[in-house]
């Protein structure tokens, strides 16, 4: 049991948990585990694993619970001393209860989902566009408009002149959108954000390898793909109609770092590939599906690693970037976070995470002194 949750005795990175607005600090002694996995292309979800017992006859101190129940708001931070870090904002989806063969305690898992829950509760046939085309950015604020959610940043264009049938749920089909565009598409807090990689956003505390005592990371492993286009090439129709013409598009996302990757291969010649006609309605869209393409393809190299919650001290959240040092001059600077893993248990607090990086160099300026004062 995590004793160490209790409000009473909260040690540094415990783990807060709010049901429909209030702490549910009686139930902290029963509470095993917490997970919470955040991206910034999907919905993020929490799930949160009690051990249940039996109080009367028809009372079990878990799932009898008025709080536990689907559709009741759920926030999940992690507190550091008298400061607290948001994590997660959303709804209660599932609860399931399992029931051991021998007598004793039953195990209650929780699973949340964030906001996005609310736009896919129904199936919507619609054809945007049909009387006026539309942009992605344009069926994005009219959605949210309609269940009363804002946006977190003003959503991005996207294609223009669309004429585009949906016929799925709301956030599914704005998660196709996104994949069209190479956008994000996430929520913070009860606020979405839809619009291509925050990459000059400023940096969330610098992550650190190899700082003896103040290193926070306590694994990273990097892989740099050369072996992904510099530029993609699409076709546009000639004014006479018998012929094409090609179109060569390179990434236009801010670097990480002082060095685009494509420098790696500059000297082999050009390294582009040819995008597929099929599907592309307009020169626009076809421009604007070579530009996400080749964005994509730009983030060649990628890593993962493991953080100690309590001596890095924050929360990391995908979505934004976040400084690396210790790791040197070639790959540490600037990493665009798109996955994270928060975890509470017995063994403490631990955040797994994946990052991106689309240049060599470190670029982090006076905050790459972070290292260099600790060393």
Known sequence: MLNWLDDLIRAPASCIVRIA???????????VEVSALLSCSEASEVTLVFETRRQSEDRWSIHDDIRIRPWQPIYLAASFGSREEEIFQGFIRQVKVEFPEQKGAAKVTVTCQDNSLLLDRTQREQRWGDDVPVTDGEIARRILSEVGLDFLDLPGIGMSDLVVQQNETDIRFLAKRAQENAYDLFFRGARLYFGPPRFDRSPQPTILVYAGTATSCIRFDLDD??????????EIATDSGDSTNPVTVTPNLPLLGSEPVSSASASQGQFAWRMSREGVNSPAQA??????QVNTESLKIKANGELDGVI??????????VGIDGIGSRYGGRWYVTK???KFDMGGYRQTFEVARNAYGDD????????AAVL
């Open 21 to 31: 607005g209030g702490e549910i600090s009686n139930l902290y002694p029963q509470l």
């Open 225 to 234: 793909d050369g072996h992904h286009p510099d530029a993609v090439i699409y």
């Open 287 to 292: 421009e604007a599906r070579a530009q996400a």
């Open 312 to 321: 890095y001290g924050h929360v990391l959240l995908p979505g934004d970037p």
């Open 340 to 342: 994270v893993e928060h």
């Open 364 to 371: 982090l300026g006076m905050l790459g002194s972070v290292l």
